[in-house]
């Protein structure tokens, strides 16, 4: 099962790109990884079961995925306040009124109104943690110094890996390491010793599946990863299954579904935008792209995200142009992901349509090869979320 990766961001020494490495390495090669080049990393794409059966033990048992090459970043100010009001001014979500201890989907706009990147932000009381994309997070820091510094420090956590554990066995799993795991529900976070160290823990993944995301000092992050590991029902996954869950779970991968064309109207984020951020809210706008995002909102977008059924077993990919029909002359929109989803036992992808070809059970027609080949609108996720709420 083919994957397609970014290839982006390393270091540069002698002409000669260097791939980082993420704390876990020396533990993806002993348990057999085959490596590849990732957002500028030497990442496990997957282990000795492969791709489809390392995806089925995810949704049957729990999985354990290194996300080390992630950013991590802190941001501090006076107060909670002082930094949510600050960082409201980039991210078009309602962030004041984010409980202590919750965390939130949102995402980078740009002053057209596109996707710059996603990300996660939790609020922890006295300070705003946040997870941003591998390919990004260079940009994102930058970014963030440059528009909130001095009054906001920003400060990139490198002294820490990121592990997940996905799969509806990951809260026993997790709470043999400590309880209090099991009590906490989707998009908790806390801080939880596990493995002698001080971990923050999310309740929250990319899989569609229940799961956590454990934030753990890379001195003990083989350690941890190891001892989840040794229980019978956590297999180690690479990014192969990773991208074919996400796909069935209807979840963006920038650069792919989302970007800074898109804006998050036409992607189908809306519901990540809060209404005290749309008009008449209580603190309407004031980020970048406001005016093209709000008025999307209200007047609906010219194009939409969709899930989309190709007949047969061939999977559409990446960049497959989609026309209205077998004979149009003109392409009307582009698969932005697509491959095989193992849970269903059939092709799945993600693309752009006209608004008015959005709706469910439409058909629309993709070109491999010189051929046209239908395929069916559908609603997202192809795979319910099992999320514990």
């Keep these: 099962m083919p994957m397609r990766l970014n290839f982006v961001f390393g270091i540069n020494i002698g002409g000669n790109m260097t791939l980082l490495r993420t704390p876990l390495h020396a533990l993806h090669e002993k348990k057999g990884a085959k490596m590849v080049p990732f957002a500028g990393y030497d990442m496990p794409v997957q282990y000795s079961l492969g791709v489809l059966k390392e995806h089925l033990h995810t949704r ?28 409201e001014t ?29 990300l996660m932000l939790a609020n922890r009381g006295d300070h705003i943690f946040m997870v941003v994309n591998a390919g990004c997070k260079i940009d994102d820091i930058a970014y963030l110094k440059r528009q909130l ?34 009590g906490m529900s989707f998009m908790d976070v806390k801080t939880v010793p596990l493995a002698g160290a001080e971990c923050w823990v999310s309740r929250s993944g990319y899989t569609g599946e229940d799961g956590y995301e454990i934030s753990v000092p890379v001195a003990v992050a083989e350690d941890l990863a190891q001892a989840l590991l040794q229980h019978p029902e956590v297999e180690p996954i690479g990014l192969g299954a990773r991208d074919s869950l996400r796909l069935e779970a209807g979840l963006c991968l920038y650069g792919h579904d989302i970007d800074t064309a898109s804006s998050p109207v036409e992607a189908g984020l809306a519901w990540a935008i809060q209404k005290s951020r749309r ?22 977008p010219k194009s939409r995200r969709v899930g989309l059924l190709p007949e047969g077993r061939a999977p559409m990919r990446e960049g497959v142009p989609l026309f209205a029909s077998a004979d149009a002359d003109s392409a009307i929109g582009v698969i932005t992901s697509g491959g095989f989803g193992p849970s269903l036992n059939r092709p799945v992808a993600m693309g752009y349509v006209p608004a008015d070809m959005a709706a469910v059970d439409t058909q629309v027609f993709g070109e491999i090869r010189g051929k046209r080949l239908p395929l069916t609108v559908v609603k997202l996720p192809f795979i319910p979320a099992n999320f514990k709420r």
């Design 149 to 182: 510094e001095p009054e906001i420090t920003v400060e990139e956590i490198t002294n820490r890996a990121l592990l997940a554990l996905q799969g509806p066995a990951a809260e026993v799993v997790l709470a043999e390491h400590h309880p209090m795991v099991a």
């Design 279 to 300: 008009a008449q809210g209580d603190r309407a706008g004031g980020f970048p792209g406001a005016e093209r995002i709000l008025n999307q909102l209200q007047q609906g």
């Design 90 to 118: 980039l991210v078009p979500v309602n962030i004041l009124d984010l409980p202590h201890d919750r965390q939130r989907y949102g995402f980078f706009t740009t002053p057209e109104g596109g996707i710059s990147d996603d």
């Design 60 to 87: 049957a048992h729990a999985g354990l995925f290194d996300v080390s090459h992630m950013g991590q970043v802190v941001l501090r100010g006076r107060n909670y306040h002082t930094v949510a009001r600050a960082l």
